[in-house]
């Protein structure tokens, strides 16, 4: 961190040149076509823009010769500054999510949403299915089955089973706790690969993977209560 809070005071004391963020967008598209370039804005360091491309950032002077590519720290307040920007950026629009593709259970009053991107293999998926998920309550949960085929060949497989079972929550529940898939293997019409193109335009490439009501994502294992803090905060937020 302390190279790039060097290298980012230097490119900011070399660049001398200010200028508005609109003109170093347009700059930038017109210099870089097949670049994505979604947004510019100015940061608290003068002569430095923030560049947003897709879901990544970069950091460039207003002649859009030089780039930076890490992250921005706020030492007086201790805030990561990029890791904000890119928690905005990636959020996930839900209202556009399939949710007829996902497995639905519902605990409680359902009052609260989660979106889970979930492989039937994958060990920490079945942590959370087991440790985390059953002291949740007042929550509905949409499962995604995401099988990462090339860590976990046969998820596909058991994914497809799970979601052609009578009742899909309950062959879900069954298998992640206990490893009993379905006694009778049937086949249907399924939303498996479709799952996996959804989730790879999502940018998740790996499980599990929460995607919150307010459209933050968190990968990886998370416990319940961090995951309860989680929906209390956005509780808070959506009553502000």
Not at 128 to 140: A, C, G, Q
Not at 203 to 221: E, K, L, Y
Request: with cysteine; glycine share 6%; hydrophobic share 35%.
């Amino acid at each position: 961190m302390r190279k790039f809070v060097v290298s980012i005071a230097a490119f900011a004391a070399a660049t001398t040149v200010f200028a508005d963020a609109g003109d170093v967008e347009k700059r930038l598209k017109e210099q870089y076509p097949a670049t994505k370039i979604t947004a510019v804005r100015e940061t608290p360091v003068q002569g430095v823009y923030e560049v947003a491309m897709g879901r990544n950032v970069a950091y460039t002077d207003a002649s859009g010769r030089y780039m930076i590519f890490g992250h921005l720290y706020d030492m007086k307040e201790q805030k990561d500054l990029t890791a904000q920007r890119l928690d905005e950026i990636n959020k996930i629009d839900v209202s556009a999510l399939p949710l007829s593709d996902a497995i639905k259970t519902v605990k409680g009053d359902g009052s609260r949403k989660l979106y889970v991107f979930s492989d039937p293999d994958c060990p920490f998926c079945q942590r959370l299915e087991r440790e985390t998920m059953p002291k949740l309550d007042n929550v509905t949960i949409y499962t995604f089955l995401y099988p990462l085929e090339e860590l976990h060949p046969d998820a596909k497989r058991k994914a497809e089973a799970i979601w052609c079972a009578k009742d899909r929550a309950k062959a879900w529940d069954d298998f992640m706790k206990s490893g009993k898939l379905p006694d009778q293997e049937t086949r249907c019409d399924n939303p498996v690969e479709r799952n996996i193109q959804l989730g790879r335009s999502l940018g998740i490439n790996g499980t599990p993977t929460i995607i919150m009501g307010d459209g933050s994502m968190v990968p990886g294992f998370v416990p319940a209560s961090e995951l309860e803090r989680r929906l209390a905060a956005g509780e808070t937020a959506t009553g502000d």
